[in-house]
C-alpha cells in the first residue's frame, strides 16, 4: 500500500489499542521511523500529516535533516557521546540515554547551545544482551544522578524495546515492568522532571505496548514498508 494508506491503517489500530486502555488514538504520539528511507519517502509521510520522525543514526540525521521538510527529529538508536554535538542542535528528543555518561555530554553540549534538551531513559526491561538501556533496577538511581548533575537535560519519561516475539502478546509482560517505572518515578518533584513520554512499541508490537499504557510508539516498516539494507548508512 502506499505510504498515506500505510499511515492512516496505524492510526487506526493506534486508536483501537488506546480505547482498550481507555484512551483515545490523539493520546498516543505516532514517530515514524525513517532509517534507511530516503528524503522523497519522509516529505511524503510528512505530506501525509506525520509530524515526528525518528532516526537510528546521526550521520543519516545529517544527511537528511537540510532536505527534510519541517518536523520533529527524534534520535531513537544507541548514541556515542562523541557524536551528541552534532545532533544536539537538530533532535527535539533523544529516546536512548542509558548511561550518566552519555547524560552529562548531552548536557554539557545542551549548555553551550543554550537549551534543555529532552530525554528518555531507555529500560532493557527484559535485560536481552544484544541491546542497550539500564536494568530496571538501575532506573531510580539513573533518575536521582541526571537530575543531581545535569541541569540542562529534562527528563520526559521512559524508552524500551521489547524482545522479537512471534506472538506479540508475550511481549506484554517487559512494556508492563517500564509502565510501573514510569507510574513509580514520574510521581518525582523536580523541575528537570516532566515524565510525559512511555516510549515502546514497533511495527510488530505497538498495539500491545499501547494496551500497557505507551503513549509513543515508534514505527518504521509498516509505514515505508521493508527497509534495503543493502543501502549504506547516511545515503
Known amino acids: 500500500m502506499p505510504i498515506k494508506e500505510n499511515i492512516e491503517y496505524v492510526k487506526r489500530l493506534k486508536a483501537q489499542a488506546a480505547q482498550k486502555s481507555g484512551r483515545t488514538g490523539d493520546d498516543v504520539l505516532l514517530v515514524a521511523v525513517t532509517k534507511l528511507h530516503d528524503v522523497d519517502e519522509i516529505n511524503e509521510a510528512i505530506d501525509c500529516g506525520i509530524t515526528d520522525i525518528g532516526e537510528n543514526k546521526v550521520q543519516e540525521i545529517m544527511s537528511k535533516y537540510d532536505r527534510v521538510k519541517p518536523v520533529r527529529w527524534h ?5 556515542q557521546t562523541n557524536k551528541v554535538k552534532y545532533i544536539i542542535d537538530k533532535v527535539s528528543m533523544i529516546h536512548s540515554v542509558d548511561s550518566l555518561k552519555l547524560a552529562e555530554e548531552i548536557d554539557k553540549r545542551a549548555a553551550q ?4 534538551m529532552d530525554i528518555l531513559i531507555q ?3 527484559a535485560m536481552e544482551e544484544s541491546k542497550f538501556g539500564i536494568t530496571t533496577e538501575e532506573t531510580g538511581q539513573m533518575i536521582q544522578d541526571i537530575l ?3 541541569p540542562n537535560v529534562r527528563i520526559r519519561g521512559l524508552m ?3 524482545p522479537f516475539e512471534d506472538n506479540p502478546e508475550d511481549a506484554g509482560i517487559y512494556f508492563e515492568e517500564v509502565k510501573k517505572l514510569y507510574d513509580e518515578y514520574g510521581r518525582i518533584d523536580h523541575p528537570n522532571l516532566d515524565f510525559k513520554y512511555l516510549s515502546m512499541g514497533m511495527s510488530n508490537d505497538f498495539e500491545v505496548a499501547i494496551e500497557a499504557g505507551s503513549n509513543l510508539i515508534r514505527v518504521g516498516t509498516m509505514i515505508f514498508g521493508a527497509r534495503d539494507y543493502s543501502k549504506k548508512q547516511g545515503e
Open 160 to 162: 524500551c524495546i521489547a
Open 148 to 150: 543531581t548533575r545535569c
Open 113 to 116: 547551545h543554550g537549551l534543555t
Open 75 to 79: 534520535l531513537i538508536g544507541h548514541l
Open 123 to 125: 529500560v532493557n526491561s
